[in-house]
């Protein structure tokens, strides 16, 4: 499916924005496009989801850690649904969700949500796939936590508050749990 192109010199279009929403199209949010009679009171147009090749990176900051299962998936699930866009995600894990990236601390095999798999299987479609762009833990965070160096898996690395606004400005999502 390909995204239809924007017709900027639709007179009409100045000032109207599409509205409709179907579970295969998204509002554009902007102008009119193709489709779309142009005329006043008429139905507005849908747009396709972008294909693939446009989807962008996604960030992803989480907080949650093996206290809560059902919510400590559902990063690594965002992070899946960018793959299934084409995308990739890039992960920083703040507060308890440091103990994630530390499986001496924790086992990622056990943490999971009713009918979501567990965030080992989640992690390993990631990373077989080249979809996890990074895994960045809080070192601050970390170590008030007892967590070191030496614990961290091999695809996670230590960082702080200038590797979070780093990926924040190169993604163009950023969501938090």
């Not at 192109?5 to 199209?25: I, N, Q, T, Y």
């Not at 559902?74 to 299934?84: N, Q, R, V």
């Not at 230590?158 to 749990?177: E, N, P, S, V, Y």
Request: aromatic fraction near 6%.
């Amino acid at each position: 499916m390909t995204p239809r192109r924007v017709v900027p010199e639709c007179p009409l279009a100045a000032g109207r924005v599409c509205s409709e929403r179907r579970r295969d199209v998204k509002r554009c949010g902007r102008v009119w496009h193709p489709g779309c009679d142009c005329r006043p009171g008429s139905r507005p147009c849908v747009v396709p989801y972008p294909t693939n090749k446009t989807f962008r990176p996604m960030h992803v900051l989480t907080t949650i850690g093996p206290d809560n299962s059902t919510k400590a998936v559902l990063p690594f699930i965002a992070g899946k649904g960018a793959l299934s866009r084409g995308g990739s995600v890039a992960l920083f894990a703040m507060q308890e969700a440091t103990y994630l990236g530390a499986p001496s601390h924790v086992d990622l095999t056990e943490l999971k949500a009713p009918g979501l798999p567990t965030v080992q299987a989640v992690l390993e479609t990631l990373r077989a796939e080249d979809a996890l762009d990074e895994f960045v833990v809080c070192k601050p965070c970390a170590e008030a936590r007892g967590i070191q160096a030496a614990d961290l898996a091999p695809w996670a690395t230590f960082g702080g508050a200038d590797d979070l606004a780093r990926q924040a400005a190169g993604h163009d999502t950023t969501m938090t749990f």
